[in-house]
């Protein structure tokens, strides 16, 4: 067996310790917008959910209790105007990331043979796991600009993102429509990461999973959601998948040999959760506030920010290597995340996340 650093690339975070320790000397402390993780509470109605099902001394099921799949459809039917789903539709995850990691083994992709390979495709700027995801299970990969020109041969799964991170990047319904529609005709499967859809600011991110995309059939489709930035819950490890339910119920059954159950309490925390629009309401005008402040105030300092529509990041450049712009917001105490983590083509940008307390982010404003 290969060594693990043979099949992984570095951890990236790791190249960022020598600019976290300059920005930690900073006389007023450091802003830490590289992690989009987030820092205000998780609202109340949520911890109490979380409490009152504490004890829960049985194992939970994989595919969690009737409540969380009735949350689960009736959250996609209400925000992303799917039509039809049943519990067949819907899968709990414990996380994104830990889906996006392990899902190309799970589907039983790998090397493939010497004259068909299977091939994982993601975007061109991307988070790193979905390159990952393809290297743990030994299959080939390749980032695109435009997922149709990619040659289909042996291209089994095709991974989207829309909001994009690290760019904020949406694409739009005719986008989405065309690429379904290519992706059907060459039996490719696909993978929507959808975990940001809920943070829209200058764009109004669509599913893969609206009938005006997929044409009412969600086959070969399956959309991953996230409770980590629209609720706070990021420490809970609360996600799921809706779509295809052949494609979900193969998972359902890997997943129950591989015990990998979401906790019972937090179940009972996404249920309470999806069930309340005002929390992601007021969660959303926080973020909206402080992406304003470091916006305008990222624009003064002589950046320029392409795309950021929407998600928790605003994606700028000095048009200078990205790693001397970590390294001068690192003397001003700030750490954002270089742009080259994501592909070679954020090799002149840099990720500021929106995820830092209102004083933090105002330090920041101040400092630029």
């Avoid at 993978?191 to 893969?208: H, I, Q």
């Avoid at 996404?270 to 990222?298: C, I, K, N």
């Avoid at 742009?339 to 996340?353: H, I, K, L, N, S």
Wanted: net charge negative; hydrophobic share 40%; proline share 7%.
């Amino acid at each position: 067996m290969s060594a693990v650093s043979d099949r992984l690339p570095t951890f990236p975070w790791d190249k960022l310790e020598p600019f976290k320790a300059t920005a930690r000397a900073h006389p007023e402390g450091i802003v830490d917008l590289s992690v989009g993780t987030p820092v205000d509470p998780v609202p109340e109605l949520i911890q109490k959910a979380l409490v009152a099902a504490a004890d829960s001394p049985g194992y939970p099921t994989v595919w969690g209790t009737p409540e969380l799949r009735d949350a689960l459809t009736g959250w996609c039917e209400r925000r992303l105007g799917a039509r039809g789903l049943t519990h067949r539709n819907v899968l709990p995850v414990v996380g994104s990331k830990e889906l996006v990691a392990w899902l190309p083994t799970q589907l039983g992709l790998g090397p493939g043979t010497a004259t068909s390979k299977d091939v994982v495709a993601y975007p061109r700027l991307a988070y790193p796991t979905y390159e990952v995801g393809a290297r743990l299970a030994r299959a080939d990969h390749v980032s695109y600009e435009d997922p149709t020109e990619l040659d289909p041969t042996g291209l089994k799964l095709l991974w989207l993102n829309s909001p994009s991170n690290p760019t904020g990047r949406v694409l739009s319904q005719d986008d989405l429509t065309r690429i379904v529609a290519w992706a059907r005709e060459h039996g490719i499967l696909v993978f929507s990461d959808e975990c940001y859809l809920e943070l829209g600011w200058e764009a109004d991110p669509v599913s893969v999973l609206h009938p005006d995309v997929c044409g009412g059939s969600y086959e070969g489709l399956v959309s991953v959601h996230s409770l980590s930035k629209r609720s706070n819950l990021a420490g809970y490890r609360a996600a799921f998948l809706a779509g295809d339910e052949a494609v979900l119920g193969d998972l359902l059954q890997i997943r129950k040999h591989g015990g990998m159950m979401t906790p019972a309490p937090t179940q009972a925390a996404v249920v309470a959760a999806l069930g309340d629009d005002t929390h992601v309401r007021e969660q959303r005008e926080r973020y909206a506030a402080r992406r304003t402040a470091l916006r305008e105030a990222l624009l003064r300092h002589g950046f320029r920010i392409e795309h950021s529509e929407a998600s928790l990041y605003l994606w700028a450049t000095r048009d200078e290597s990205c790693w001397d712009t970590v390294a001068h917001l690192a003397e001003l105490g700030i750490l954002v995340a270089p742009g080259d983590f994501y592909g070679p083509a954020g090799e002149r940008f840099v990720r500021v996340a929106l995820t830092a307390t209102d004083e933090r982010v105002q330090a920041a404003v101040g400092r630029l």
